[in-house]
């Protein structure tokens, strides 16, 4: 089941509430939609997208143009059939959504799944019944005008020359077919982006990496909690990040990622799939209503021919939790590294290249929009990239697992703190997860979270004035060691339910951590995530 979001007050309230009084009845959109034109051969029919999103001159300017005229151009679109999609043909097997998208998983003859997305999405689908549905539905409705209904091809052609994993989306119509079954009712008659289905073995998708096994994020996260061997290469989902800052895809959360494993003797890697890029190019506050919403609600920021700095926090948003949970091991030169990369990967001929794909009709008018505008956030990502470094780690994490680790702090040169996560195993040197330094210019939280197994927190040298640590040790058999002569600095530790203060060195502060349901292993960390599938 789609899982439900809250809807505040405030801006979405006086949009739902100017559409109540009656602006809705004097600029409606035009009665019914026109019929698709087939061609003689039923290959392909011409059609609009979205002529529901016909607005006029007075509605546009309080909840905004958006891309109402892409929305409203007739296209021309292949047809297919489920018999003949692939080799053997495709059967339905599930009916669903996320927030917004109509979706129907499909399987092939040889196991591997596919699923239409539609093209036309449905914001009100998110909302709680009630009366905030019935006041809001028709106005969410609207704001599927603010998506780019073409999207998804340029972000999949910059995903492969930018070295990150991805789909591979082709714009279908699907009629009256015989092969949807009992879903045909439904389904019928609309435009839809045919993928495949980053789930299970991909060793035949390029494009997946060949990999034998694709898991959602909340497989990949209690992997990554239960051992050290489990790890997500950062510079690869910074990647990923850093290509949705370029095309303005706000909407991240775990959900809207799947996660390609890689098993080594002795280890697995998760690199990102990022999926349904429904958001990417979103235009939303050109309108006076929409606009005021934006400033309720930062994270609905529109695509824009630059990236404003003060606008990566909103940008970033929704991921924020993902974000440093994977990134917290890169430093800021790491995060210039990447940028550099992805400005140098996305040349001016690749930019152009990645719209001429699309409908004919309107991939002229797309491309004189966008390929400029991306040259400039291009050229940002470097700027950008230091800006996001900062976001992250003002309040940073670093989070062990289930087995045994020390956490190990120690002053470094210029006040600085550094910290080095090691896996502590019986019988064998530790081993070195993460070795970070932290600036205070930069860091005012560090937040260690030891979860489940026996782990050790350490001491070694004077830390630095100026950055808070708080140890969330978790459940286990921890210790916190103060090396002789060194001084804790700002250093709290949160003790677990039923534990004495009295062991603790002299120097550190204690407080009862405040939510030890959360803290306490692997299991309870995952309730940190929107792992809502």
Request: charged content about 20%.
């Amino acid at each position: 089941m789609p899982k439900r979001i809250r809807v505040h007050g405030g801006g979405l309230a006086i949009m739902g509430l100017l559409g109540a009084l009656g602006l809705d009845s004097c600029t409606g959109p035009a009665a019914g939609p026109p019929p698709a034109h087939w061609a003689a051969d039923s290959a392909s029919v011409r059609v609009v997208p979205g002529p529901q999103y016909a607005r006029g001159a007075v509605w546009s300017a309080f909840f905004g143009q958006h891309y109402r005229s892409w929305w409203n151009t007739p296209v021309t679109v292949p047809v297919i059939r489920l018999a003949s999609a692939v080799p053997g043909g495709l059967v339905p097997l599930q009916a669903g959504g996320s927030y917004q998208s109509h979706t129907l998983r499909l399987r092939a003859p040889d196991g591997r799944e596919y699923v239409l997305r539609s093209v036309d999405k449905d914001m009100s689908a998110a909302l709680h019944p009630g009366w905030k549905k019935n006041l809001l539905r028709g106005l969410l409705k609207d704001q599927t005008s603010a998506t780019q209904p073409y999207g998804a091809y340029p972000a999949a052609f910059l995903a492969e020359a930018a070295g990150v994993l991805h789909a591979n989306p082709r714009l279908v119509y699907v009629g009256a077919d015989p092969g949807l079954g009992k879903f045909n009712a439904e389904y019928r008659d609309a435009l839809y982006l045919l993928e495949e289905r980053p789930d299970g073995d991909q060793r035949p998708v390029a494009s997946f990496g060949h990999s034998p096994n694709v898991v959602n994020s909340a497989h990949m996260l209690a992997a990554l909690r239960r051992s050290s061997r489990c790890y997500v290469p950062a510079r690869a989902y910074l990647r990923a990040r850093l290509l949705d800052l370029l095309v303005g895809d706000w909407s991240r959360r775990e959900d809207q990622w799947r996660w390609a494993s890689f098993p080594t003797p002795g280890s697995v890697a998760y690199r990102p799939v990022p999926r349904d890029r429904d958001q990417a190019f979103f235009l939303f506050d050109d309108g006076l209503i929409t606009r005021l919403v934006s400033w309720f609600a930062p994270k609905y920021q529109t695509f824009r021919g630059s990236i404003r700095l003060e606008n990566v926090d909103g940008l970033t948003a929704t991921a924020r939790a993902l974000d440093r949970t994977l990134l917290t091991s890169l430093s800021a030169a790491d995060f210039r590294q990447v940028a550099d990369s992805v400005r140098a990967a996305l040349a001016d001929s690749v930019l152009a290249r990645a719209f001429t794909q699309g409908p004919p009709e309107t991939r002229a008018a797309i491309a004189a929009r966008f390929v400029p505008a991306l040259q400039a956030r291009r050229e940002q990502l470097p700027m950008v990239a230091q800006r996001y470094f900062e976001l992250l780690n003002k309040e940073a994490w670093l989070i062990g697992t289930d087995q045994a680790e020390r956490f190990v702090l120690s002053g470094a040169d210029g006040g600085k703190l550094r910290v080095q996560m090691l896996a502590h195993r019986a019988g064998r040197p530790d081993s070195l997860i993460t070795d970070r330094t932290f600036a205070t210019a930069t860091t005012k939280t560090l937040d260690l979270y030891g979860l489940g197994g026996n782990d050790r927190f350490e001491v070694h040298s004077g830390l630095p004035v100026g950055i808070a640590v708080r140890v969330y040790q978790g459940a286990g058999q921890n210790q916190l060691l103060v090396s002789r002569g060194a001084t804790p600095g700002d250093v709290t530790w949160y003790l677990v339910p039923g534990e004495k203060r009295t062991h603790l060195p002299a120097g550190v502060q204690v407080e009862a951590d405040p939510h030890p349901t959360l803290t306490a292993n692997a299991k309870a960390w995952l309730a940190r995530y929107n792992l809502d599938d």
